[in-house]
């Protein structure tokens, strides 16, 4: 018969520094995805990826601070999510809820308003510093890749990446100060409904 003591021994000679690290910080490691992603549906997923690369890894070779290993191998997990989604944008249709993309009962109120909208945003683009427009359009207008824009402008991937994110986040914030929450009262309906 094993005692309890003997099998507590027994399951530590099986546990690995890596192991340990992602059983102490789990909860933490959940945390610091969710802020780089915003979806929580893919948290799970990006946190369980990021184990099993690093746990290749210690395999092949020692970890000297596995939980900062865990953690930089979490974030380039979540990063390369993100730059799959944004270079795919498609391949997640399937998972929109029809009614929000097709309304029905689409006025011409409706149209003016969706109209004004694209005019702002439109100025919203035209007010962006010179190099992000010219980064945002080249992505947005002309569908270069990350990569490619990169190479174009003789700038890194990250500092692309940077502009990308700086005007989408200022277009958004323009349009919303200019428009507030008004949305075609058909959106608004759909949504209700969903509630």
Not at 114 to 140: D, F, N, S, T, W
Request: aromatic content about 6%; glycine content about 4%; overall charge positive.
């Amino acid at each position: 018969m094993i005692t309890k003591a003997k099998a507590d021994k027994s399951a530590d000679k099986k546990s690995t520094p890596l192991l340990a690290a992602y059983e102490q910080h789990l909860n933490a490691l959940k945390r610091y995805v969710m802020r780089i992603i915003h979806a929580e549906n893919d948290v799970e997923d990006v946190v369980q990826e990021a184990f099993m690369r690093a746990y290749k890894s210690e395999i092949e070779g020692d970890i000297r601070q596995p939980k900062s290993y865990l953690f930089r191998v979490a974030k380039h997990v979540a990063l390369n999510q993100i730059r799959q989604k944004v270079n795919r944008p498609t391949d997640f249709l399937e998972d929109c809820d029809p009614a929000s993309v097709l309304v029905e009962s689409w006025t011409m109120e409706d149209e003016v308003l969706a109209q004004e909208r694209l005019g702002i945003h439109c100025m919203a683009v035209a007010a962006l510093p010179p190099r992000r427009r010219k980064v945002y359009l080249m992505r947005k207008v002309y569908g270069m890749s990350q990569k490619s824009i990169a190479e174009s402008l003789g700038i890194t991937v990250s500092t692309v990446e940077a502009h990308l994110a700086k005007a989408f986040k200022e277009c958004h914030l323009h349009v919303k100060a200019r428009f507030g929450d008004s949305q075609p009262e058909s959106v608004r309906q759909s949504k209700e409904g969903r509630l």
